[in-house]
């Protein structure tokens, strides 16, 4: 059920019954080889979950449905990127095909299933999204074949990695920070500052004087469905030259998005950053102090934020 | 409104005559247990098939888990996901009490209990401060962090292996539970004094008390209910009754694994509620019924059960719109109240 393998540098060397290695976390803050690599690998954790996060946080600020299924997104991007590598051999025609194809399926996917329980139970938008997260893993393995897959490290990128203050970076993992916060930014200014994103922004708030005005709602809503597709399906791309692929691989990204959604603040993208950031840090020196009990950590520290603030670091207040 | 809230509307308006005749049915309900447990006890006498008599004793571990999931989402409308944090914590309870300790059955028993019911409430004061899906979370949350300990503590609970070789089962008052029929009866007698239970916590002033809240707890706490109060019992309550499920899973399995404590256990109980229905009673022990014979027919045609599971959960969730036992109760007023129409 653990699919972020890579970010364990310390699991090789774990070994029976030992849950707490504070010797191994303390030495590790004082060398800065290892400092690195641990804040590394803890923002690439972060970035991703980041990407998959804000589109779950957008999805739920404008249309107040939790997507249970985007983790499928993720999987679908990186799916569907490695299929393209394959084929094409191109790196970024992989990337492009992962965002553009998870895209499609976020689109319609809203418009014809999730458009239809709008308004009723907040069960039944668990329930449809829960009935494609079963579909979905089973289409995979149709397709795919349920054994691990690998799309392999692109040739671009099979370079001697980068020293860092002695710590060793891959050059690929500053490619996908690099990408992760563009779209970050783009995202962040594109509410913020463009039309579209002040009409996203005010069907939020108000969907019937949106509509009122002449706008199609439902358009927007696809939209935005289309894009926390866009976003999964990058990370999933992103994912897939440093990650195994299986089906199912979707579920862990998922729920720790939901605890990266919960910590920040349903609905905050700023909310959804710095969650996701501290998430990842928490995995990768958490790894290293508690290699057994890392998710534990993450469930502890969310129960912790939702007990002292149950709306989020970053969420309005709950009503 | 929507139509599941109508339906629970509905429910609500018909409490007057339920509590007019509220003694009548309460024997009604006994006799109905009865005559439930007299088909399920002369079974083994008619079939000596052993997958049926196992299949009614997963229809009781999962129908006492569903339906005491259901006090929490139809009556109280706290939509829990992480319900199956207790179903594994009865299962490991009991099962790590027999293998360590070694009590007799029944003693074991009460024991899981009480630690399910401090573990309950320490997590339920917790938690049911949160409002809706903020509840749903945390619960999901802890169910995690259950399940993680688990997974990490090793030594003390076999880590992702599980409790293995078997849970003890020593004989106690002539009954002895390594026999197939006698651990048969013990889970319907479990199964039919449960569910009573449950029946009578849904139909007493309590159960109504819940219905308020969850139709309008604003309301319900200017009439001077404490609402809070409210919700940690009737979520103890249900924990109490999910761990008796475990109990009976660990009974059955011989064994405790850590996929008891797992969320999906959560997200089956949810599901098993609205294939079933959430407005009556019965529904959920209709949804569990269903789903273990899909489960269990569609494993057997394709390996691709998740396909099948999920169109049958959309079908469901976008055609009916609600579960099947609603969806039968709502289609037979309609036909009485035309009938009487005409008539």
């Not at chain 1, 691989?249 to 720790?256: A, N, P, Y």
């Not at chain 2, 447990?37 to 002369?42: D, H, I, S, Y």
Request: positive net charge; contains cysteine.
């Amino acid at each position: 059920m653990d699919a972020w393998t890579f970010a364990r540098p310390s699991s090789a060397r774990r070994n029976g019954n030992d849950t707490l290695d504070l010797d191994a976390l303390a030495s590790c803050f004082t060398s800065s080889a290892c400092l690195v690599t641990q804040t590394t690998s803890g923002l690439i954790i972060g970035m991703l979950l980041f990407l998959v996060a804000v589109g779950l946080t957008l999805i739920f600020g404008v249309l107040k449905v939790v997507n249970f299924s985007h983790g499928a997104f993720y999987m679908f991007g990186a799916y569907f990127a490695m299929t393209s590598y394959q084929l094409t051999g191109s790196f970024a025609l992989a990337m492009l095909c992962g965002a553009a194809g998870t895209a499609i399926l976020g689109l319609i996917f809203e418009r014809v299933f999730m458009s239809r329980v709008y308004g009723a139970d907040v069960l039944m938008q668990l329930l449809v999204c829960y009935a494609f997260v079963l579909i979905f893993d089973d289409v995979v393995r149709l397709i795919w074949g349920p054994e691990f897959r690998s799309m392999g490290m692109p040739t671009a990128f099979q370079v001697v990695p980068l020293f860092i203050a002695g710590g060793v970076v891959p050059p690929y993992y500053l490619l996908l920070i690099g990408v992760a916060l563009a779209a970050a930014i783009v995202l962040g200014v594109g509410l913020a500052r463009t039309r579209i994103g002040k009409v996203i922004r005010a069907a939020a708030y108000n969907p019937s004087m949106v509509s009122a005005l002449g706008i199609n709602t439902g358009l927007i809503y696809g939209g935005v469905f289309a894009i926390g597709g866009l976003l999964a399906g990058l990370a999933g791309a992103l994912a897939a030259p440093v990650r195994s692929l299986t089906p199912g691989m979707g579920f862990s990204v998922l729920i720790e998005s939901f605890i990266v959604t919960v910590i920040g603040g349903m609905g905050s993208i700023l909310g959804a950053l710095i969650g996701a950031l501290l998430l990842g840090l928490i995995r990768s020196f958490g790894s290293l102090g508690f290699p057994l009990f890392t998710e534990g950590l993450m469930y502890l520290f969310m129960v912790i934020v939702l007990v002292s603030r149950p709306s989020g670091l970053f969420g309005k207040e709950v009503a | 409104m929507t139509e599941l809230q109508a339906a629970r509307a509905a429910d609500s308006l018909s409490a007057p005559r339920l509590e007019a005749g509220s003694k009548r049915l309460r024997y009604l309900d006994l006799l109905v247990a009865l005559a439930a447990f007299a088909v399920l006890a002369l079974l083994p006498l008619v079939s000596d098939s052993k997958a049926l008599l196992d299949f009614v004793i997963r229809c009781s571990a999962y129908g006492l888990f569903a339906t005491s999931l259901n006090l929490l989402v139809g009556y109280t409308g706290m939509i829990s996901f992480g319900h199956g944090m207790f179903f594994g914590l009865g299962a490991y309870g009991y099962g790590l009490i027999m293998q360590r300790i070694g009590v007799p059955i029944p003693l074991a028993f009460l024991a899981t209990l009480a630690i399910t019911a401090v573990v309950a409430t320490i997590i339920g004061a917790i938690c049911v401060r949160l409002k809706e899906i903020y509840f749903a979370f945390v619960t999901l949350a802890f169910q995690m962090l259950i399940h993680s300990t688990i997974l990490s503590w090793s030594s003390f609970t076999g880590g992702d292996q599980g409790l293995r070789g078997g849970i003890p089962r020593p004989p106690f008052l002539g009954i002895d539970l390594s026999n197939h029929v006698h651990l048969y009866l013990a889970s319907c007698v479990l199964l039919v004094l449960g569910l009573l239970a449950m029946r009578q916590i849904a139909a007493s002033p309590f159960g109504y008390t819940l219905r308020m809240i969850r139709d309008n707890p604003m309301r319900a706490s200017f009439i001077g209910i404490d609402v809070w109060r409210a919700k940690l019992t009737v979520f103890v309550l249900a924990a109490l009754f999910a761990s008796t499920g475990g109990m009976v899973m660990a009974l059955f399995v011989s064994g405790a694994y850590p996929e008891f404590a797992y969320w999906t256990i959560s997200g089956e109980g949810i599901f098993i509620n609205m294939l079933g229905g959430v407005a009556t009673f019965l529904g959920p022990m209709v949804g569990t019924v269903l789903l273990l014979i899909l489960n269990d027919t569609v494993t057997r045609f394709t390996e691709y059960h998740g396909i099948v599971l999920g169109v049958v959960i959309l079908f469901f969730a976008i055609g009916l719109r609600k579960g099947l036992m609603d969806f039968v109760v709502e289609w037979y007023t309609q036909r009485r109240d035309r009938a009487s129409g005409q008539g």
